[in-house]
């Protein structure tokens, strides 16, 4: 018999990182990990009143074979792809971006008054799924639904569902549950999560306690990973818990990582870098419409 309630395993306080052309931010796990958030990659929190600290950004990359989740929390980041889509995405915004077979895109954060702030999340696709058509989904805060339950928690619903109502991000391959979690000073929480999805969470504000765990509080910055369980359940201290709750189906295949493009094979790497020196990485632009 299963623990209903999923405890703590692991807890991850996030590691000072340079990223992009010279950004900083803190990793809360990567490479290392792999495959402890099976089907989850990469989580990194970006955060910082200084713009020196943020305005290199991520010029013109690659990336193949993952989806890329840019939640911003604060400020605006602007972005394109060469798929075609540009644009600014601000506070409460989503990007939820399939990289497929092979995208190029930037993502600069913009000079902002307060803080600069956010995630972006790196989502695996299963081998079927690598070299599929990629696809960018743009979603504004005013698209992202928000439930207040019964004892007074706000969720916003990203990906998934929560209390029966679906977020705006539905038919991914790994069915993904991507929550905003708000629950108030001394308030609980509690979630029935998917049966063998990998489940974690990352503290953005405030304190409390996860139950089930070792009793340790959960500070903001910190990120857990659950074990297996049928529910979540959080407890608020007295400032208050906000945190992001993200769940997945684990792929469990093998994962070969080389930077910003994740295979399952180091020959599908190197075809990978091959195609990126000879010119031919995108299978698949925005197609050009002809006068
Ligand atoms: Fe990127």
């Known amino acids: 018999m299963t623990d209903p309630v999923r405890s703590v395993v692991r807890r991850f306080p996030g590691v000072p990182t340079l990223e992009g052309a010279g950004v900083r931010l ?7 990990e792999v495959p402890l958030f099976d089907p989850f990659l990469l989580l990194d929190r970006f955060g910082s009143t200084n713009p020196a600290d943020y305005l290199a950004g991520f010029p013109w990359h690659p990336h193949r074979g993952i989806e890329t989740v840019t939640y911003v929390l604060g400020g ?3 972005h394109g792809d060469t798929l075609g889509n540009e644009g600014v995405i601000g506070p409460g915004d989503v990007q939820w971006m399939n990289s ?14 307060g803080a ?18 990629p696809a960018y989904r743009g979603l504004t ?28 991000v539905q ?3 790994v069915d993904p549950t991507y929550l905003d979690v708000t629950v108030p000073a001394g308030g609980s929480f509690s979630w029935p999560t998917h049966p063998g999805h990998t489940v974690f969470a990352h503290a953005i504000d405030g304190g409390g306690r996860f139950d089930g765990h070792d009793g340790a509080p959960v500070a903001s910055g910190e990120t857990v990973l659950f074990g297996s369980g049928d529910a979540v359940r959080a407890t608020a201290g007295d400032a208050g818990l906000r945190f992001l ?44 419409v002809e006068e």
């Not at 803190?26 to 290392?32: H, K, L, W």
């Not at 805060?141 to 209390?163: H, Q, W, Y």
């Not at 094979?265 to 075809?271: A, I, N, V, W």
Request: overall charge neutral; proline content about 8%.
């Open 76 to 78: 605006r980041v602007a």
């Open 116 to 133: 600069m702030s956010g995630f972006q999340l790196w989502v695996n696709l299963p081998a079927a799924e690598k070299m599929s058509v």
């Open 100 to 113: 497929g077979s092979g995208i190029i895109h930037q993502e600069m954060p913009q000079r902002t008054e």
């Open 26 to 32: 803190r990793r809360s796990f990567s490479n290392a």
């Open 171 to 173: 038919g991914i391959p």
């Open 141 to 168: 805060a005013g698209e992202i639904p928000e439930v207040r339950t019964d004892t007074g928690d706000l969720v916003k619903v990203v990906a998934g569902s929560f209390g029966g109502v679906e977020g705006p």
């Open 245 to 288: 709750l993200v769940s997945g189906r684990p792929l469990h295949e093998p994962v070969a990582w080389y930077g910003p493009i994740v295979m399952n094979t180091r020959d599908q790497l190197r075809d990978a870098v091959r195609e990126l020196e000879h010119g031919d990485f995108i299978k698949h632009r925005r197609p050009i």
